[in-house]
C-alpha cells in the first residue's frame, strides 16, 4: 500500500470515528431534551377533534344493541349511552405515526374519542388493575424519537435487552417506583386487586413463532416493586408426575380472583402447555397441553388462548380459542386471522385483542373486538392502538 493510500485510509476511519461519536452526542442531546420536557403536566387531554380513532359502524344487517349491555363498536362511533351505570376505561399504548406514538393512553369506553396521553410514559406494553398501572418502557421515561436514534446507531446493539424498565404508575400517570427489565418487554398482567404482578421478557430472541428464543417471566410486588417469583424455580408437575427438562420456558401470566393462583404458558420440546401456579408452594401443574397466552375470564370460568394450529416460523398461525376450566373442552373463536397476543377481556362475553394493519415488519396495529363464541364475528374497536387493559366501571 502507497503512502498516500494509506493517508486517505486513516482520513476515512477518522470521519467514520467522528461519524460515530456525533451520533451518540446527538442522542444524548435528544434524551436530555426529552427528560426536560417531560417535567410538565403528566396528562395530556384531547378533544373529539384529536380522535385516534374511530370504529366502523356496525353492518346494515346487523340489529342494534339492546337491553343491558352496549356494544363497544357503537359506542365509539358517538351513539348515546344509556346512563344506568357510568362506564368503564380503556388504558392502551398508541402506535400511530407521530408526537403520541408509544404514549400511554386512557379513555371512557363509552367515549373512545376522548383520549387523555401520558406526557412522561411511552410503553411497550401496558396493565391496569385497581387504581395502579403498570408500564413496560424503553428506559422507563424515554419518548420513541430518542429510541430510533439510539436504535440507528452501533449503541442500539448494547441497549436492546438492557435499556427497559417496568415503571409503576397511578390514574393521574404520575410515576412511582421503576425496576429494571433483563429483557425485551413482551407480557404484563396484574392481579384483580392490583397487588401482583407477572412480567414477561425475552432473553434472547424475539417472536413465539421462532425456535430461538428464550424468556424470564416473574412475579412482582406492586407496593413494593420487590421480585418475589421467577417461575423456572416452580416444580413442574403432569398428572402427578414431576416434568423436568433445561429447555422450560413460561411466558403469559393471568391472576385468579385470590391471586394466590394464576395460570401461565410453559413451553418445552416444542411444546406449548397452560398450567397452573401457584405462588406460595412455588408450583405448576400442567392442565392442558396447545394453548399459550391464557388470559382468565373475569367469572374465573374460561381462559382464552391462542393455539398454534400450523408451521413454525414465518407461517405461523394462531388461532384464538376458548378453554371451559371444569371441563377442559376447547373452542375455537369466529377469528380466523393469526393472532400474536394475550387477548384482553372487555366482559365475560366479549375480549380484546391488537392485529397489525398490514403483513409489513413495523406496522400500525388496531384493537379488535370479539364475542367469546364460536359463531362470533371481529370487529375494529380502535385504530392505532395495541396492549389494551380494561377497568370495568366502578373500579
Same mark, same amino acid.
Given at each position: ?11 476515512? +476511519? !477518522? ?5 460515530? $461519536?456525533?451520533?451518540? !452526542? ?39 344493541? =339492546? ?31 407521530? @408526537? ?9 369506553? @363509552? ?24 408500564? $413496560? ?30 415503571? $409503576? ?26 397487588? !401482583?404482578?407477572? #412480567? ?23 407496593? =413494593?416493586?420487590?421480585? +418475589? ?28 380472583? @385470590? ?6 404458558? +410453559? ?57 371451559? +376450566? ?20 372487555? @366482559?365475560?362475553?366479549? #375480549? $380484546? ?43
Amino acid at each position: 500500500m502507497s503512502q498516500g493510500d494509506r493517508r486517505y485510509r486513516n482520513l476515512f +476511519l !477518522l470521519l467514520c470515528a467522528g461519524c460515530v $461519536l456525533m451520533t451518540v !452526542l446527538y442522542g444524548l442531546m435528544v434524551v436530555r431534551r426529552s427528560r426536560s420536557s417531560s417535567a410538565t403536566s403528566p396528562i395530556v387531554s384531547t378533544g373529539p377533534s384529536q380522535t385516534p380513532a374511530e370504529a366502523p359502524a356496525a353492518p346494515p344487517n346487523e340489529p342494534a344493541s =339492546s337491553g343491558a349491555k352496549t356494544d363497544v363498536a357503537t359506542i365509539a362511533k358517538g351513539a348515546p349511552v344509556a346512563k344506568a351505570a357510568p362506564a368503564g376505561r380503556l388504558y392502551f399504548v398508541t402506535n400511530a405515526v407521530g @408526537d403520541t406514538s408509544h404514549k400511554l393512553a386512557v379513555a371512557p369506553l @363509552d367515549a373512545l374519542d376522548k383520549v387523555n396521553y401520558s406526557a412522561e410514559l411511552s410503553c411497550e406494553r401496558v396493565d391496569f388493575s385497581s387504581g395502579k398501572g403498570l408500564c $413496560l418502557a424503553w428506559d422507563g421515561t424515554v419518548s420513541p424519537p430518542v429510541k430510533r436514534t439510539v436504535q440507528n446507531s452501533w449503541m442500539a446493539l448494547m441497549a436492546k435487552f438492557t435499556g427497559y424498565s417496568a415503571v $409503576l404508575f397511578d390514574e393521574q400517570f404520575r410515576p412511582g417506583w421503576s425496576i429494571k427489565l433483563k429483557g425485551l418487554p413482551n407480557r404484563v398482567r396484574l392481579s384483580p386487586n392490583g397487588r !401482583l404482578a407477572g #412480567i414477561t421478557v425475552f432473553i434472547s430472541g424475539e417472536s413465539y413463532a421462532s425456535l430461538q428464543f428464550s424468556t424470564r417471566t416473574t412475579i412482582v410486588d406492586i407496593p =413494593s416493586g420487590e421480585v +418475589l417469583a421467577d417461575l423456572e424455580s416452580f416444580a413442574v408437575t403432569r398428572n402427578g408426575a414431576v416434568l423436568q427438562s433445561p429447555d422450560f420456558n413460561f411466558w403469559g401470566v393471568t391472576f385468579t380472583k @385470590d391471586e394466590n393462583r394464576f395460570y401461565a404458558t +410453559l413451553w418445552t420440546k416444542r411444546k406449548a402447555y397452560i398450567v397452573e401456579c401457584d405462588l406460595a408452594k412455588r408450583t405448576a401443574n400442567v392442565i392442558y397441553e396447545g394453548g399459550e397466552c391464557p388470559s382468565l375470564s373475569p367469572d374465573n370460568k374460561r381462559v382464552a388462548f391462542k393455539k398454534r394450529f400450523s408451521g413454525i416460523g414465518i407461517i405461523t398461525h394462531w388461532r384464538i380459542c376458548l378453554l371451559d +376450566l371444569k371441563t377442559l373442552t376447547e373452542t375455537p373463536l369466529g377469528e380466523t386471522r393469526s393472532v400474536d397476543d394475550q387477548v384482553e377481556w372487555l @366482559d365475560n362475553d366479549r #375480549i $380484546l385483542y391488537a392485529l397489525p394493519q398490514h403483513q409489513a415488519p413495523g406496522t400500525s396495529t388496531d384493537i379488535w373486538m370479539l364475542p367469546a363464541a364460536a359463531d362470533g364475528s371481529p370487529r375494529l374497536l380502535l385504530k392505532d392502538a395495541f396492549s389494551p387493559a380494561v377497568v370495568p366501571s366502578g373500579n
